[in-house]
């Protein structure tokens, strides 16, 4: 059942789970195009059941809520679509067990979450959480403890973001990003095994890759690498395709953007607003428009 979060919110465990999709405004074509939204709901569906969160709804369900959400708001920007489900029993213990349930969806206009002409970052000194203590597969709203802690130090030393290690020492992802690295034609980036969240954004990456001939590469990766890589970026629904110019005061590659990195922003740019037509099962329509294409079309 969708409805209202309750006011004040109930004293549960504060266990709970969510997704993050963004939807891009085309104004030639009047419509929102939601990125990627079935994909988005199905990764829901994964973290919904590692948390013994139940509700009734399918992922074509969910979807069609989304878009009538969105519909109502009449929103003509770019726009978040945040769906969370939680624990709604008012009690004071901390288990899974809870019968009560509740999902809402919010919607609200977004647009640029960070800089994308060149970020400042440094390697953090907290450490990526396990999968082990949280699982990093799901996008658990506690574990965000984790991002808040790294990035405000970072924030305080004046970067722009960090890179979090893995209790092994490799590179796991950004603060709430992944990350990728180019050294000369192979695009590498962290494992799932490497506690990352498995980004949906970066599977986009990574078919995008396919189309600059890039060979793609994922294996654990040292932090020295990043300082001696070619071109780097992060990606993800919040900070979309961000290139990183410096890590711990190095310059990555020439220090500024890198011609490959930019190549895939500025493509990833064109298949996220409906622009290109071989990406056009990866957008669906919020008013009407052009109707998704599936892969199978």
């Known amino acids: ?47 919904t059941a590692l948390l013994k969160i ?15 959400v969105l519909r109502r708001s009449g929103y003509r920007t770019d726009v978040y679509v945040r769906p969370l489900a939680y624990k709604s029993s008012p009690l004071i213990k901390v288990d899974l067990h809870s019968s009560e349930d509740a999902l809402a969806i919010l919607v609200m206009p977004m647009g640029l979450y960070s800089r994308i ?10 450490r990526r959480i396990s999968d082990n203590s949280v699982p990093a597969r799901a996008k658990i709203t506690g574990a965000y403890i984790n991002t808040a802690l790294a990035t405000e130090d970072a924030y305080a030393a004046g970067y722009d973001d960090c890179l979090l290690l893995t209790e092994d020492g490799h590179i796991a992802e950004g603060s709430a990003a992944n ?3 180019l050294q000369g034609r192979t695009l590498l980036t962290p494992p799932v095994t ?42 993800g629904t919040g900070v979309q395709i961000a290139p990183i110019v410096e890590v711990d005061g190095r310059p990555v590659g020439t220090g500024k953007p890198g011609s490959i990195t930019l190549s895939l922003q500025e493509a990833y740019f064109r298949a ?24 199978s079309d």
């Open 1 to 47: 059942m969708i409805r209202p979060l309750p006011s004040p919110p109930p004293e549960g465990e504060g266990v709970a789970c969510f997704e993050g999709i963004r939807g891009y405004w085309n104004p030639d074509h009047k419509e929102i195009y939601l990125l990627k939204l079935a994909e988005h709901y199905e990764r829901f569906a994964r973290s």
């Open 54 to 68: 139940k509700h009734e709804e399918s992922v074509e369900r969910l979807c069609e809520l989304t878009r009538e």
């Open 117 to 126: 002409d060149g970020m400042r970052v440094t390697i953090s000194s907290w």
């Open 179 to 181: 990350f990728f690295m």
């Open 194 to 235: 490497d506690d990352i969240l498995v980004g949906i954004t970066r599977a986009a990456v990574m078919r995008l890759a396919l189309d600059f001939d890039l060979d793609v590469v994922e294996r654990s990766i040292d932090r020295t690498e990043a300082y001696q890589a070619d071109e780097a970026f992060f990606c």
């Open 272 to 295: 996220v607003r409906g622009n290109d037509p071989r990406y056009r099962q990866w957008c669906t329509p919020v008013y009407g428009g052009m109707p998704r294409i599936t892969e």
